[in-house]
């Protein structure tokens, strides 16, 4: 049974989406106000990039490691919004999370893979957004599990969620691979083709876990019509406080995007 309902194309999220592929970008983390604001100002530079991503609190895999800058960075986002006139999206995990994101004008949520894994972490935050207009993109889990990624789109639109994407980032690999996460490209794949309407978004960065590989697997997106990409990238990658080795400056990342063949692009 497909129980998605009233899903809304991204392109009707905002006015400012209004060409395929959406591309995000931004850096995996917000470390400071100059960091945040001087990547930002180079990426509104580049035309293509509409939603300026940062995660704020951070879920790593160990403890002692940067685990972001929480509330703080949001005055920084909102910063970024004024200047440059980019949206903003950040990683929730918490009803905390989506309160003060709420509160702090971000125009996007997205969900992590690790979070999404967790049915219970999904109904606080389907709880905390109930009757709620915002814009929600949840991450594939960490495992291969599909209906694990369908339970999370399910109980988020559930709680009144229509501007609804999935984001495809890869799934943990058990052995060693060259990239960080198997893309398993027949899982994004097989969900696209059970809903229609819904938004799928490929996170490359992710995927790679090194940023030569970045431009292959944004093509492989594009070629599967994906409908965007989320693409890390920082304004000095080589002193980044997490996800160092993925990341772009971004001049580079406008040289990718100038790269990609978009086949199946509609306006
Ligand atoms: C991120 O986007 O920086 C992140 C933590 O991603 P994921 O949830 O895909 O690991
Ligand atoms: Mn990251």
Redesign the pocket.
């Known amino acids: 049974m497909n129980e998605l309902n009233n899903l809304k194309p991204i392109n009707e999220w905002f006015k400012k989406l209004d060409s395929r592929p959406i591309i995000i970008s931004g850096p995996?983390s917000a470390e400071s106000e100059e960091q945040v604001l001087n990547t930002a100002r180079q990426l509104k530079e580049i035309d293509q990039v509409k939603i300026f991503r940062a995660?704020i609190w951070k879920p790593r895999t160990r403890p002692n490691t940067f685990e972001g800058r929480g509330d703080d960075a949001l005055h920084w986002l909102n910063q970024v919004k004024l200047e440059t006139g980019l949206l903003t999206t950040v990683e929730v995990a918490s009803p905390k999370h989506v309160e003060m994101c709420l509160r702090h004008n971000v125009d996007i949520l997205w969900i992590g893979a690790r979070t999404t894994s967790n049915p219970f972490s999904i109904q606080e935050l389907a709880s905390a957004l109930q009757g709620m207009n915002v814009p929600v993109m949840i991450k594939n889990p960490l495992n291969p599990d599909i209906n694990l990624w369908i339970g999370a789109l399910e109980r988020i639109n559930k709680a009144g969620i229509s501007k609804l994407a999935a984001i495809h980032r890869g799934f943990y690999p058990f052995e060693q691979t060259s990239l960080r996460n198997i893309p398993k490209w027949e899982i994004p794949i097989e969900l696209k083709s059970r809903f229609h309407n819904l938004p799928m978004i490929c996170d490359p960065?992710?995927i790679a876990g090194d940023r030569r590989y970045i431009q292959q697997i944004s093509q492989k997106a594009l070629d599967l019509n994906m409908d965007g990409l989320m693409i890390?990238s920082h304004c000095n990658p080589e002193e980044a406080l997490?996800?160092m080795e993925?990341q772009l400056i971004p001049s580079e990342l406008n040289t990718i995007l100038n790269s990609l063949i978009c086949r199946l692009s509609i306006k």
């Open positions: 995996c995660g960065s992710h890390e997490s996800d993925q």
